[in-house]
Nanobody
């Protein structure tokens, strides 16, 4: 059972990145809940997730800039990040829940810097 996050990197302020989270093994991609992030010295925080009813829950700090979506063709949950700023620098983790267990991917680093 594994979650794999990808798409991170170094981007200039104002730039964009697209993260993807894929599930493998016995973990179903439909159980991927969304994205969190952790900046140096800070607690992990919610970025954007799907609720149990399928609606999206987006942090105020990224609302209007980040969009979470499911790509059913690729079986991934993606996070489109636009208008990135230095405060968005963090390790981004995807999260899944299945049969009462919570799974975390290893994370992908996003660095916003000129």
């Amino acid at each position: 059972v594994q979650l794999q996050a990808s798409g991170g990197g170094l981007v200039q302020p104002g730039g964009s990145l697209r993260l993807s989270c894929a599930a493998s093994g016995s973990l179903f991609s439909s159980n991927i809940r969304g994205w969190y992030r952790q900046a140096p010295g800070k607690q992990r925080e919610l970025v954007a997730t799907f609720t149990s009813s399928g609606r999206t829950n987006v942090a105020d700090s990224v609302n209007g800039r980040f969009t979470i979506s499911r790509d059913n063709a690729k079986n991934t949950v993606d996070l489109q990040m636009n208008s990135l700023g230095p405060d968005d620098t963090a390790v981004y983790y995807c999260n899944a829940a299945q049969r009462g267990l919570v799974y975390w991917g290893k994370g992908t680093q996003v660095t916003v810097s000129s």
